[in-house]
Each structure stands twice: as C-alpha cells, then as structure tokens.
C-alpha cells in the first residue's frame, strides 16, 4: 500500500530540497575561509557555494529518502523518533565524510586551509554542518508542512 502525500502546502521533500539549499548555502558562504580557494573573485566563491548548496540540499533529500525507507517514514510524524533523526543525520554525515575524503586528497576537490580544525584528514567544519544545516532544514520544513508522508 502506497503513502499518500498531502499537496495542500506542498510536499515536504520539496519544502526540505528549498530550505536545505537556503541554510546550506549560508552556512557554505560563512565556511569559506576553512578553505583554500585561488585567487577566486567574490562572483566565483558564490557560484561555488551555490553549486555546493545545491549539492547539500541534494544529499538531505536522499537523507530523508532513506530515513523515509528505513524508519517507515517516521522522520514524518508529529514527533519524529530519535532513530529516524539519527538516520537522516547519519546518512548525512556518512556521506560527508566520504566526499571529504575524497575531495581533499584528489585533484578535483578542494583544500583546507589552516584555519580547518581536523579530526583523521576530515575537516570539522563541515562535519558540524552535517548537523546543524539538515536539523535547521528540516524544522523549518516541518513548520511549514507539519506532519505528513513525504514520499
């Protein structure tokens, strides 16, 4: 039997897709001196930031997707359990870490610069936005559309 998604104020994962982007990119625009960045003009880190942003809110749906999966969309009731939260942090954040990883030490990604607290070549940083920016995000969302299915 399928979830039915109430429309009248919008879907959730739409709501979190826009208030992720929103947070994030705020978050990504204030990080920025944890980074190297060369000789990058004021429109160029913004673009960055934005392309980063979009990436974010992309991870925090799929977040909420597999949280929606796992916990059977518990990260919806009223009061979401703490083990769909953990979830949805979780997937996150294991994520992150994976992208970090990679990122700093490839020569696609991005470097740190010596303001980035580190814990095993991960930078803490964007580990801490891993939970502020998605729990920000999704009560903002969840003010906005309340409880119900997301998918």
């Known amino acids: 039997m399928e979830k039915e998604v109430v ?12 208030h992720g982007f929103l947070v994030a990119f ?40 597999v949280t929606d999966r796992v916990s059977k969309g518990s990260l919806w009731m009223e009061k979401p359990s703490r083990s769909a939260i953990l979830i949805y942090l979780g997937a996150g954040i294991g994520v992150t870490i ?10 696609w990604g991005w470097k740190y610069s010596s303001l980035m607290p580190e814990i095993f070549g991960i930078g803490l940083v964007p580990l801490a936005m891993w939970i502020v920016v998605p729990s920000l995000s999704l009560f903002l969302c969840r003010q906005i559309v309340g409880s119900r299915s997301a998918f």
Do not use: H, N
Request: glycine content about 8%; some cysteine.
């Open 98 to 107: 994976a992208i970090e990883w990679l990122a700093v030490r490839s020569g």
């Open 26 to 65: 705020v978050w990504e625009m204030f990080q920025m001196p944890f980074y190297e960045m060369e000789a990058e003009t004021p429109w160029a880190a913004t673009k960055v930031c934005g392309a980063a942003s979009l990436g974010d809110a992309g991870i925090m749906v799929a977040a909420a997707w």
């Open 7 to 18: 429309t009248t104020q919008g879907s959730p994962v739409i709501w979190l897709a826009i």
